[in-house]
C-alpha cells in the first residue's frame, strides 16, 4: 500500500458544500483502492445518466419534467433506464440520484438494472453518510474512465477547461439540466463548453441512460460543428 498522500484522497473524496468542506465519504484506503482499479470499459456495456432526482417533487416544476407527480416520473424513468440497460451492463450515475431517506434509495436500487457506478452529486452525500455507498460498484467526487480507449472525464458539474479538452478527451457532466427552452442561470455559460463535453442528465436525454455509441455519435457531431449546439 503507497504512503497515503490526504491532499490526494481529499481531492477525491471530498467536495465543498456551501463553503464547507465535506467529510470524506471514503478511507484513505479506499482512496488508493480507488486510483489502483483498473478504470477500462468494453464500450458496448457502458451507460451514462445524472439527476435522476428520484422522489423530488419540486424538480418537475423547477424543470419543466413532463409529468403530473413524483410516481409518474419514477416510474418512467425506470421502465427507461431498464429497457436500455442490461443486468450485466454498467451505469455511470453522475449524481443527484435520489432525495428522501434510506427507505426511497432502497426502493429504486432494488429495481434498477446495470451495475451502478455513483458520482456524487450536491444531493447525495446526505444518503451515502447513512451507508448507502456499499450499494455502488464504487462511489467517487470524480473519475477518469477509458472506454473503447476513449479517455473520458466524469464529474456532476460541467469543467471549465480541463487536460485533453481541445484534443480528443471528452468530459461528461450532469447538474445543470440542459433542456429546451432552458432559461436557468447555467444556460448562457454553457455555450462555453468545448465540443468534446455533454450533459448526460435525463433532462437533455429523454430521461433515458444513452450509451457509449450515443455519446460518441453526439460529441463527434459536435466537435464537426466546432462547438456545443444552440
Request: with cysteine.
Given at each position: 500500500?503507497?504512503?497515503?498522500?490526504?491532499?490526494?484522497?481529499?481531492?477525491?473524496?471530498?467536495?465543498?458544500?456551501d463553503g464547507?468542506?465535506?467529510?470524506?465519504?471514503?478511507?484513505?484506503?479506499?482512496?488508493?483502492?480507488?486510483?489502483?482499479?483498473?478504470?477500462?470499459?468494453?464500450?458496448?456495456?457502458?451507460?451514462?445518466?445524472?439527476?435522476t432526482?428520484f422522489?423530488?417533487?419540486?424538480?418537475?416544476?423547477?424543470?419543466n419534467?413532463?409529468?403530473?407527480?413524483v410516481?409518474?416520473?419514477?416510474?418512467t424513468?425506470?421502465?427507461?433506464?431498464?429497457?436500455a440497460?442490461?443486468?450485466?451492463d454498467?451505469v455511470?450515475?453522475?449524481?443527484?440520484?435520489?432525495?428522501?431517506?434510506?427507505?426511497?434509495?432502497?426502493?429504486?436500487?432494488?429495481?434498477?438494472?446495470?451495475?451502478?457506478?455513483?458520482?456524487?452529486?450536491?444531493?447525495?452525500?446526505?444518503?451515502?453518510?447513512?451507508?448507502?455507498?456499499?450499494?455502488f460498484?464504487?462511489?467517487?467526487?470524480?473519475?477518469?474512465?477509458?472506454?473503447d480507449?476513449?479517455?473520458?472525464?466524469?464529474n456532476?458539474?460541467p469543467?471549465?477547461?480541463?487536460?485533453?479538452?481541445?484534443?480528443?478527451?471528452?468530459?461528461?457532466?450532469?447538474?445543470?439540466?440542459?433542456?429546451?427552452?432552458?432559461?436557468?442561470?447555467?444556460?448562457?455559460?454553457?455555450?462555453y463548453?468545448?465540443?468534446?463535453?455533454?450533459?448526460?442528465?435525463?433532462?437533455?436525454?429523454?430521461?433515458?441512460?444513452?450509451?457509449?455509441?450515443?455519446?460518441?455519435?453526439?460529441?463527434?457531431?459536435?466537435?464537426?460543428?466546432?462547438?456545443?449546439?444552440?
Amino acid at each position: 500500500m503507497p504512503i497515503c498522500d490526504s491532499r490526494l484522497c481529499d481531492t477525491l473524496l471530498s467536495f465543498p458544500s456551501d463553503g464547507l468542506l465535506a467529510t470524506k465519504l471514503l478511507t484513505c484506503s479506499d482512496a488508493h483502492k480507488l486510483r489502483e482499479m483498473n478504470f477500462k470499459f468494453d464500450g458496448n456495456k457502458v451507460f451514462f445518466t445524472s439527476d435522476t432526482h428520484f422522489y423530488h417533487g419540486n424538480i418537475i416544476r423547477f424543470c419543466n419534467r413532463p409529468f403530473k407527480d413524483v410516481e409518474m416520473m419514477n416510474e418512467t424513468i425506470i421502465s427507461n433506464w431498464n429497457n436500455a440497460v442490461g443486468q450485466d451492463d454498467i451505469v455511470f450515475h453522475l449524481g443527484d440520484f435520489c432525495l428522501g431517506g434510506s427507505a426511497e434509495w432502497t426502493r429504486m436500487l432494488d429495481r434498477l438494472n446495470g451495475k451502478i457506478y455513483l458520482i456524487v452529486g450536491n444531493h447525495d452525500l446526505k444518503n451515502l453518510r447513512q451507508g448507502f455507498a456499499n450499494r455502488f460498484e464504487s462511489v467517487a467526487m470524480q473519475m477518469c474512465i477509458e472506454v473503447d480507449k476513449q479517455k473520458i472525464y466524469l464529474n456532476h458539474y460541467p469543467f471549465l477547461c480541463f487536460d485533453g479538452g481541445y484534443k480528443d478527451v471528452w468530459q461528461l457532466f450532469g447538474h445543470v439540466h440542459t433542456r429546451k427552452n432552458n432559461t436557468g442561470i447555467d444556460a448562457v455559460r454553457l455555450q462555453y463548453l468545448y465540443p468534446t463535453q455533454y450533459d448526460v442528465g435525463v433532462d437533455n436525454n429523454k430521461f433515458t441512460p444513452v450509451s457509449f455509441e450515443q455519446v460518441k455519435r453526439i460529441i463527434n457531431k459536435q466537435i464537426e460543428k466546432g462547438g456545443q449546439p444552440k
